[in-house]
């Protein structure tokens, strides 16, 4: 989808079609969403603690990270660019930052420790921004990094993470190609093991791109995601920044 920039609350403003304009009094409704008239927000490409978990209240640090956001928000007039169709739930996800400024939301809601990098869009320039940020904020234990609830796990010891969305770190064991979709085995029982999978669709176009996941064996990886329990904690792979290459033997 082609992008549409527009300023919100600003004099001058470029609305897409059937779009009321301008938008006034944008408030946070997590850490990476936010709504201003009647329209709801999310911010591509990050993830803040939810309001809801699959067991208990919601997640640690989602009241902090939502009133982070409200604190960006107050007073401001923000660029808004769109990023793909809207989400399921007619929510637009953008990129946004405030007028005068040069980064954008997601940087510094990453770079205080509110949200995580959670790959999603073709910006891969700005994504690969905001792992360079998450990595500082991570090494100094700023915000939800101070907790143990948002650790990195080791990939012996996924199963921990499963039912939320983790960074995973381990050296690959085994690469396999089984029907149509190819897995990285972290460990030596693929059904108890930690694993990370990808369609051949993926697998195609990152291979395209000059990455083949099949080069990987022997490598010590950084994997981000929701993980599942399916034979054993797994993370499915849907886009490319999902991995990351930390060494190679």
């Known amino acids: 989808m082609r992008r549409r920039a527009f300023i919100i609350g600003a004099a001058a403003v470029m609305t897409p079609p059937a779009y009321a304009a301008p938008l006034n009094g944008a408030a946070a409704i997590s850490g990476d969403r936010f709504v201003a008239d009647r329209q709801e927000f999310h911010l591509a490409d990050i993830l803040a603690p939810s309001a809801y978990a699959l067991a208990g209240d919601g997640e640690p640090y989602f009241d902090t990270a939502k009133r982070s956001l409200d604190r960006l928000l107050t007073n401001a007039s923000l660029t808004i660019t769109d990023f793909g169709p809207l989400t399921r739930w007619g929510a637009r996800v953008v990129t946004a930052k ?73 050296e690959v064991r085994r690469i396999a190609k089984v029907k149509s979709r190819f897995y990285i085995n972290f460990g030596t029982d693929y059904k108890t093991d930690f694993t990370a999978s990808a369609g051949s669709r993926g697998y195609r176009k990152w291979a395209g791109q000059g990455f083949d996941l099949t080069s ?25 920044r999902q991995l990351e290459v930390l060494a190679r033997k």
Not at 105 to 130: K, T, Y
Not at 218 to 234: K, W, Y
Request: glycine residues 10%.
């Open 216 to 240: 990987l064996a022997d490598a010590r990886l950084r994997i981000r995601g929701f993980v599942e329990a399916i034979n054993g904690p797994s993370i499915e792979l849907s886009h490319r």
């Open 98 to 170: 405030r007028v005068g400024e040069a980064l954008t939301l997601q940087h510094q809601l990453v770079a205080m420790g509110a949200a995580r990098v959670a790959p999603q869009s073709e910006n891969l320039a700005l994504i690969d921004q905001l792992l360079v940020v998450e990595q500082a904020a991570r090494a100094a234990r700023k915000g939800l990094w101070a907790l143990p609830a948002y650790r990195v796990f080791d990939a012996n010891k996924a199963g921990r993470a499963i039912g939320g969305f983790h960074l995973i770190e381990g």
